[in-house]
């Protein structure tokens, strides 16, 4: 399917009256700015499995494993840019008067795109903090010193983000459920949708009315549940949207 198909006047009414607009994203947001996704075909989980690196007691366990895998993601990550589907969403933030991205994405690239009104519910991969004393750090730091970075406390330092068994940030999350309980149309960008709670985000705004669309080169367990699946990459199909909708 080409990115403007199935861009049906159904869904274009759905934004023309819409007052609340949420767009939900994972990894594959970022897949065409060169940030590998978790689960797909270059997913970094092909050669590292989560349940040996993101979560606590693995890092407990090897930390210096665990490092060595964030010090090089971070660095990808820093290199790269915002896509044209980033640059999309921003813009579609400044036309609707109330427009959220709420994303499981650590690489803060919402942001650099332009949007503002961001909830981040697996932290964010610019921050680290000590887990003895809560003293916040610079990837300039972390990356600078030891394999193992500590802080002064003697505290081992960790990235601020969201592991498995771990609970999601309590305001990110109230923020996503608020603005999926009211949103009109809603977006979910990129995702395999197999990570809860976030994974129920769609189906929240879904029980409150939302239109939901959903943007994806696969068919997930969410697609024929959302209104429309449009099937291709959000590079393509999110400027696309913009495009039908001004
Ligand atoms: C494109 C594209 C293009 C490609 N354009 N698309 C049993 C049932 C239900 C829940 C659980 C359960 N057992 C355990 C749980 C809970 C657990 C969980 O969900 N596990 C499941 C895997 C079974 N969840 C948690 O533990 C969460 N916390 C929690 O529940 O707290 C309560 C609690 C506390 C204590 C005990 C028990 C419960 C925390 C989850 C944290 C997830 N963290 C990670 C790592 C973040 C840090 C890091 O990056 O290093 O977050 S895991 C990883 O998966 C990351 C992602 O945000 C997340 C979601 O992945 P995402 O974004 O969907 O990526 P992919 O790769 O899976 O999919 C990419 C998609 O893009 C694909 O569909 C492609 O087709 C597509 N794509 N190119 C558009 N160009
Ligand atoms: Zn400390």
Not at 68 to 73: D, G, M
Request: charged content about 20%.
């Amino acid at each position: 399917m080409k990115s403007s198909e199935n861009i049906s006047d159904q869904l274009v009414s759905a934004f023309r009256t819409a007052q609340h607009v949420v767009a939900f994203t994972g990894a594959g947001m970022s897949a065409e700015s060169g940030v590998p996704t978790f689960r797909g075909d270059d997913g970094i989980w092909k050669t590292f499995k989560p349940e040996e690196l993101a979560n606590l007691n693995a890092f407990m366990r090897n930390p210096a494993l665990v490092w060595e895998w964030y010090a090089a993601r971070k660095k990808v990550i820093a290199e790269v840019q915002p896509n044209p589907g980033h640059y999309a969403l921003a813009e579609m933030e400044r036309k609707f008067s109330s427009f959220a991205v709420i994303t499981q994405n650590i690489d803060n690239l919402h942001r650099r795109a332009g949007n503002k009104n961001v909830f981040e519910l697996h932290g964010n991969i610019e921050r680290n903090y000590c887990m003895k004393c809560g003293t916040n750090f610079t990837n300039e730091y972390v990356l600078a010193g030891a394999a193992v970075p500590q802080c002064t406390c003697g505290g081992m330092i960790r990235p601020d983000v969201v592991w498995f068994g771990e609970m999601l940030p309590e305001d990110e999350w109230e923020g996503a459920i608020r603005a999926c309980r009211s949103a009109d149309v809603l977006l979910s960008v990129g995702t395999s949708g197999v990570v809860y709670p976030a994974a129920s985000l769609p189906q929240t705004a879904k029980l409150a009315g939302a239109y939901v669309i959903e943007i994806n080169p696969e068919p997930t367990s969410l697609s024929s549940h959302a209104d429309v699946f449009l099937q291709g990459k959000s590079g393509e199909i999110l400027p696309a949207i913009l495009a039908a909708i001004r």
